[in-house]
């Protein structure tokens, strides 16, 4: 989970050919910066496998976004659980909250 929240989302306009009929201009495109995903990943401690890193000088880094899938339901499931087991605090203190004024 600590490595999702330290990823910034970026956005940058496309370069190279355009293979949808809007304006190179207009073409945004939405990822991670991968060198940013591995320096989450290693603080961490996870091993991601979704990086491509260079191979040689000229090659650059790269993501497998198919790779996130599973860390990221793995996050959800954590967060829905803590989210539960909050839930129940906040009932149970609500109850008591409600008990001591109805004893006022």
């Known amino acids: 989970m600590a490595a999702c929240t330290a990823l910034l989302m970026v956005y ?12 190179q201009e207009e073409m945004v495109q939405t990822g ?7 320096q989450a990943a290693q603080q ?6 979704g990086i491509d890193k ?3 000088e000229n090659d650059l880094y790269g993501l497998r976004y198919a790779e996130f899938v599973v860390p990221l339901v793995k996050a ?9 087991k ?6 149970t203190l609500e109850g008591l909250t409600h008990l001591l004024k ?3």
């Open 44 to 49: 961490t401690g996870y091993h991601f496998s």
């Open 12 to 23: 940058c306009k496309q370069q190279g050919r355009n293979p949808q009929p809007l304006p």
């Open 32 to 38: 991670f910066i991968a060198q940013e995903v591995e």
């Open 54 to 56: 260079p191979k040689n």
């Open 86 to 91: 909050l839930s129940k605090k906040v009932e």
């Open 102 to 104: 109805s004893k006022k």
């Open 76 to 84: 959800v499931q954590e967060q829905q659980a803590l989210i539960e």
